[in-house]
């Protein structure tokens, strides 16, 4: 069973940049990756989303600023966010599908704010 593991949460300023690692205990060459994230008093929601083979898609509200990607070498996926605003505060969770079941990470806080 793969597990999975977020990093790279922290604190910044609005307009700062963070970016979250996603670590697998296992090899993800063969898995997509949903990224999301769920604000204080709010529901989860979808943040981009990323295929086997590199596709990828995202929240409108975070086109341009938010960029996903993959290390297979590391076993890793990245969620690169810039250009933060105190809207993109929440605990973010990456999420893949294994075996017809969803493996969840821990989460990672992300704090925009001046």
């Known amino acids: 069973q793969v597990q999975l593991v977020e990093s790279g949460g922290g604190s910044v300023q609005p307009g700062g940049s963070l970016k979250l690692s996603c670590a697998a205990s296992g090899r993800i060459d063969s898995l997509a990756v949903t990224w999301y994230r769920q604000a204080p008093g709010k529901q989860r929601e979808f943040v981009a989303y990323m295929t086997r083979s590199g596709s990828s898609r995202y929240l409108e509200l975070v086109k341009g600023r938010f960029a996903i990607d993959r290390d297979n070498a590391k076993n890793t996926w990245y969620l690169q966010m810039n250009s933060l605003q105190a809207e993109d505060t929440a605990v973010y969770y990456c999420?893949?599908?294994?075996?017809?079941?969803?493996?969840w990470g821990q989460g990672t806080q992300v704090i925009v704010s001046s």
């Open positions: 999420m893949t599908t294994l075996y017809g079941g969803e493996v």
